[in-house]
């Protein structure tokens, strides 16, 4: 399993709970004889959302967080346990299968749900063993009384006869016969998607790496709106330390950002650095003469828009962000309120919009498996059948978007994933099928002033890596109408 998460958990206690941190429910004395954890109660609805609802974690466990009385230790522990126990689910459920001598499958949802919780902490936390299943009985005494209750103990205490390192020598495959699948296993990924790497990557050297990085909590990144604030002024009062590549990234180890007066008043926003230097690389593209028509072909939902936004309002253009959903291009709209931006409802491919732009963005919808770490169930909801329909649509918004360039104006490619197929294989079909296109080297666009495009591969386009560059694994080509 993931090295990523363990030792991150304080080691806890049955007792060390004040009563304002206790759920709060009516108690029924048939069902439990005690209060449940609160961070473990608040982490195990998240994770029945997940499961039941498709919920994402990463947005419905701040909402429940703000909502809590939770103190600041348990709200880090409850967010511990959910995003590493969605993180891991996959092989969370293998052990499960084998402690309990079937398919998790015929267990039912609700336990397992707890039983997934409970393994996690006994595996990949620092959690004692008697905390972890005691807790995890609790949860299920509340609900479904002391049978199902006696089920999760035993299932849970076979689980606890063996460490992580050992589960992974009994579960995973072996590293002589399938190293891939081995390494997959260990750092909680299908196996699909780390081949994917692999073929991304060029080969199994770095595939390790790869996945550990993959599978550690980022910390968040912070964009400083061109014009209203520098990342140096970012950075001195928000605590956090300036970017490595984007002159206007601010790294933030710790705190909400949503605390911060900057982001409150629409100065900085959250925003990964690799999709920063997306937007960075359209605006710093030589188009000849500028007469400041950009566009955004798919905006949703609206980062680059609004980084482009305030580029433009420095360099005297505008921008039209294109987005298929009414209710996401209203939220662009909140986004990009002040800025020369008009958003659009409307499909990329057939906008509508009249062709002659000096710079395009095609960010297009693709299988997100360069931001796994950020969105920590995608990984086991994602599948490689998933990815021929996404290849045909970001083909068509290509297509579309040089159609909209002027001559000599570029259109910026990008996804965030690494799979050959959304990435190098759409550019490769659209130049194949267009000779009045070329592809520019899109490295010096991306490291600006840095003079190191060397750190960006050996181009023309760019892939980005957590691993590399400690941003998600976003990609990016550049190409121009001649």
Same mark, same amino acid.
């Given at each position: ?5 363990? +030792? ?31 961070a473990r109660g608040l982490a195990l609805r998240v994770l029945r959302s997940v499961r039941k609802d498709d919920a994402y974690a990463n947005l419905l466990l701040p909402r429940l967080l703000r909502e809590s009385r939770l103190d600041e230790r348990d709200r880090g522990l409850a967010t511990e346990l959910t995003y590493g126990t969605c993180r891991s689910l996959g092989v969370l459920d293998a052990v499960i ?104 990557? &060029? ?18 990144? @912070? ?45 900085? +926003? ?11 690389? @359209? &605006? ?76 395009? @963005? ?62 190098? &294989? ?31 591969? +050996? ?24």
């Amino acid at each position: 399993m993931t090295r990523g998460g363990r +030792g991150s958990a304080p080691r806890r206690g049955d007792h060390d709970r004040n009563d304002r941190n206790r759920d709060e429910r009516p108690r029924d004395k048939k069902l439990r004889d005690k209060p449940v954890d609160g961070a473990r109660g608040l982490a195990l609805r998240v994770l029945r959302s997940v499961r039941k609802d498709d919920a994402y974690a990463n947005l419905l466990l701040p909402r429940l967080l703000r909502e809590s009385r939770l103190d600041e230790r348990d709200r880090g522990l409850a967010t511990e346990l959910t995003y590493g126990t969605c993180r891991s689910l996959g092989v969370l459920d293998a052990v499960i299968a084998s402690a309990a001598g079937r398919p998790v499958a015929e267990i039912d949802g609700d336990l397992l749900d707890v039983l997934r919780l409970g393994t996690y902490q006994l595996l990949r936390t620092r959690i004692g063993s008697h905390a972890a299943v005691s807790t995890s009985v609790d949860l299920v005494r509340a609900e479904h009384g002391m049978g199902q209750a006696g089920f999760v103990n035993a299932v849970l205490r076979k689980v606890s006869q063996r460490d992580e390192q050992l589960w992974i020598d009994e579960l995973a495959p072996s590293m002589a016969d399938d190293m891939v699948g081995h390494l997959a296993f260990s750092y909680a990924h299908p196996k699909w998607i780390a081949q994917v790497f692999v073929d991304a990557l &060029g080969s199994v050297g770095e595939l390790q790496a790869a996945l550990a990085a993959d599978d550690e909590r980022p910390i968040v990144h @912070l964009v400083a709106r061109p014009g209203q604030i520098t990342g140096e002024e970012l950075a001195l009062i928000s605590g956090g330390d300036e970017g490595r590549y984007s002159p206007y990234c601010v790294y933030l180890p710790e705190g909400d950002p949503g605390k911060l007066d900057a982001v409150r008043d629409g100065f900085a +926003g959250v925003q990964d650095e690799g999709s920063q230097l997306v937007a960075l690389a @359209l &605006g710093r593209a030589d188009v000849g003469q500028d007469a400041g028509r950009w566009l955004d072909l798919c905006a949703g939902p609206g980062g680059k828009a609004a980084l482009l936004g305030s580029l433009a309002d420095l360099d005297g253009a505008r921008v039209d962000a294109v987005e298929v959903s009414e209710h996401r291009a209203k939220l662009i709209e909140k986004v990009v309120d002040g800025l020369p931006v008009t958003v659009h409802v409307a499909d990329g491919r057939s906008s509508g919009l009249e062709p002659g732009y000096d710079r395009v @963005l095609v960010d297009a919808p693709c299988s997100g498996l360069g931001s796994l770490r950020r969105r920590p169930e995608a990984r086991w909801r994602r599948t490689p059948g998933e990815v021929p329909a996404l290849v045909a649509l970001q083909t068509e918004l290509l297509t579309e978007a040089l159609r909209l360039v002027r001559p000599g104006g570029v259109v910026v490619y990008s996804t965030c994933s690494p799979h050959p197929a959304e990435t190098t &294989g759409v550019v490769d079909a659209v130049l194949a099928a267009d000779s009045s296109i070329e592809q520019v080297d899109a490295r010096p666009l991306v490291a600006g002033d840095l003079n190191e495009p060397s750190a960006f591969g +050996g181009g023309p386009h760019v892939q980005l890596w957590p691993h590399r560059h400690d941003t998600d694994a976003m990609f990016l080509a550049v190409l121009r109408r001649s």
